[in-house]
């Protein structure tokens, strides 16, 4: 059984939200979540919520198809965040110039599964 959950354009840079899924990639789904809930980068907010999301789209899966559901087996086997649209904005400079600012923002997805299906994905790389 897979589960997935996605947050898109997120006011977070890639590069930062990157550092944080890196530490949790791999790892049992719950243990994730407590790791993200004591971090300090604030892309671990983010990250967090959208695993906890990807749980809970597990949970809907498999009461819905009348499967036994243990969040406790759930593991991330998919994890990555992608660079979504740049804001542009303009901040006034000396002498009358403007200086660009790119505001980046990023789209977050997790897939949770069983230990069956991380083995595989680790196989597949």
Same mark, same amino acid.
């Given at each position: 059984m897979e589960a997935k959950a996605q947050a898109k354009y997120v006011r977070c840079t890639p590069m930062k939200a990157r550092r944080v899924v890196d530490v949790v990639r791999g790892k049992r789904a719950v243990d994730a979540v407590g790791v993200l809930r004591f971090a300090p %980068?604030? *892309? *671990? !907010?983010? !990250? +967090?919520? !959208?695993?906890?999301? *990807?749980i809970a789209n597990a949970r809907y899966q498999a009461e819905r198809d009348g499967e036994r559901f243990d969040e406790n087996d759930?593991?991330?086997?998919?994890?990555?965040?992608?660079e979504g649209p740049t804001l542009k904005r303009f901040r006034p400079?000396? %002498?009358? +110039? *403007?200086?660009r600012i790119?505001? +980046?923002t990023s789209h977050i997805t997790v897939v949770v599964g069983d230990k069956a299906d991380a083995q595989k994905q680790e196989g597949a790389r």
């Amino acid at each position: 059984m897979e589960a997935k959950a996605q947050a898109k354009y997120v006011r977070c840079t890639p590069m930062k939200a990157r550092r944080v899924v890196d530490v949790v990639r791999g790892k049992r789904a719950v243990d994730a979540v407590g790791v993200l809930r004591f971090a300090p %980068q604030a *892309a *671990a !907010v983010p !990250v +967090r919520k !959208v695993i906890e999301s *990807a749980i809970a789209n597990a949970r809907y899966q498999a009461e819905r198809d009348g499967e036994r559901f243990d969040e406790n087996d759930l593991f991330i086997t998919e994890v990555y965040a992608d660079e979504g649209p740049t804001l542009k904005r303009f901040r006034p400079r000396a %002498q009358g +110039r *403007a200086g660009r600012i790119l505001k +980046r923002t990023s789209h977050i997805t997790v897939v949770v599964g069983d230990k069956a299906d991380a083995q595989k994905q680790e196989g597949a790389r």
